[in-house]
């Protein structure tokens, strides 16, 4: 199976701030990277898929890039609603697998 | 609009099946060439892929679970189910259904809400 290795697990930021959350693959998965958003007790939302495509319904602050094994999720400028856990997830190979999640907090 | 919805037991004892079912509304199952997922979260943790049936009925299992993984699917009432045997403690987790883009090797969307099932006896 293909490891994916998010960092950091945590990140504490301020409203307005620019973060980034980098997510690492154990071997070449091209661009088949997809990243969600997950709130407490909720399912997580898909945000970004083949790295950089931006889910129709998000917010542009939302950015994805990297291929090969390294890969980015930025967000420009942190809204309230922000504030939350983000996995990255491969979609190259069976099974997919994902990220062990970053969690976002208000600092 | 798409909406899944999971259902079933939230206690299940030691050693027997968990039984879920996903119900999908604003879409057909056995058309428009999707795949339907079946992924676990357990308590504070990452999520895990558990495997999909896709809309020929064919189906793919995680190998790390697939000793006792079973999703099936009844297209008349337009939902399709997961069945793990032999459960533990450790198959204590929300269990997630989603839909798949991109023919089994894409990304998750729309989810269900999830569903907690507990294994203690």
């Known amino acids: 199976d293909i490891q994916m290795t998010q960092s950091p697990s945590s990140l504490s930021a301020s409203v307005g701030d620019r973060i980034t959350i980098t997510c690492r693959a154990s071997?070449?998965?091209?661009?088949?990277l997809n990243w969600y958003q997950q709130k407490p007790g909720k399912a997580p939302k898909f945000l970004i898929y083949d790295a950089s495509g931006l889910q129709s319904g998000v917010p542009s602050r939302f950015s994805g890039s990297g291929s090969g094994t390294d890969f980015t999720l930025t967000i420009s400028s942190l809204q309230p609603e922000d504030f939350a856990s983000y996995y990255c997830q491969q979609s190259y190979s069976a099974p997919r697998t994902f990220g062990q999640g970053t969690k976002l907090e208000i600092k | 609009q798409v909406q899944l919805q999971e259902s079933g037991p939230g206690l299940v004892k030691p050693s027997q099946t968990l039984s879920l079912t996903c119900t999908v509304s604003?879409?057909?199952?056995?058309?428009?060439?999707?795949?339907w997922n079946w992924i676990r979260q357990h308590p504070g943790k990452g999520l895990e892929y558990i495997g999909y049936i896709d809309y020929s009925g064919s189906t793919y299992y995680n190998p790390s679970l697939k000793s006792r993984v079973t999703i099936s699917r009844d297209t008349s009432r337009n939902h399709f189910s997961l069945k793990l045997t032999s459960v533990t403690a450790a198959d204590t987790a929300v269990y997630f259904c989603?839909?798949?883009?991109?023919?089994?090797?894409?990304?998750?969307?729309?989810w269900g809400r999830g569903t907690l099932v507990t294994v203690s006896s």
């Open positions: 071997q070449s998965i091209s661009n088949y």
């Open positions: 604003g879409g057909s199952i056995s058309s428009g060439g999707y795949y």
């Open positions: 989603a839909r798949d883009h991109r023919g089994g090797l894409g990304w998750f969307d729309p």
